[in-house]
């Protein structure tokens, strides 16, 4: 296998990630609260939907919401890069439907489209970092927010999770 298939079968496998938490008031605490998300693969192109397959368990005493966040980090070096100023934007996001108390197996998909007027990530450049993220979290009332971060990557050629059939 060359490297160039090599680094295909990287961009075209699914990533996956898991929180859990639980709440805390003196010395009592919750049962967990728990995620495991799945993204489809780790490159995309500008104006592709991002599919998010998601599972929640709320075994606490509190509703949470699912949310789903695109971001993109610009970071710019000056002085060999000794110095740095990085931009955060949110490019979409989306909120689910909330996921009330005591529930488990709450299994749900949430889509966020890349905009197409985002840039490719960019990597190999001394004085310029573009890089995206996926950020998907369960937010807790009155306590901190449960998140699971995908690192994905914006490229000009379409990545297809499954290859056609060649007859």
Not at 93 to 111: A, F, K, L, N, Y
Not at 139 to 157: N, S
Request: aromatic letters at 6%; one cysteine or more; glycine letters at 2%.
């Amino acid at each position: 296998m060359d490297s160039g298939e090599n680094m295909t079968s990287v961009m075209e496998a699914p990533l996956s990630g898991s929180n859990q938490m639980t709440l805390c008031c003196l010395w009592c605490a919750s049962p967990p609260i728990t995620m495991t998300v799945s993204v489809e693969k780790k490159a995309f192109v500008p104006g592709e939907t991002v599919r998010i397959i998601c599972e929640f368990s709320n075994r606490s005493s509190r509703t949470v919401t699912p949310k789903v966040r695109l971001v993109q980090k610009q970071i710019y070096y000056t002085h060999n890069k000794v110095n740095k100023n990085m931009i955060v934007k949110s490019l979409a996001s989306m909120t689910g439907q909330p996921i009330g108390d005591h529930t488990s197996e709450v299994h749900t998909e949430m889509m966020i489209t890349i905009p197409s007027s985002a840039p490719h990530t960019i990597s190999n450049c001394s004085i310029l970092v573009v890089e995206y993220l996926v950020e998907v979290s369960l937010c807790v009332c009155a306590a901190f927010d449960l998140t699971v971060l995908f690192p994905i990557i914006l490229c000009d050629t379409p990545v297809h999770t499954h290859p056609p059939l060649y007859s």
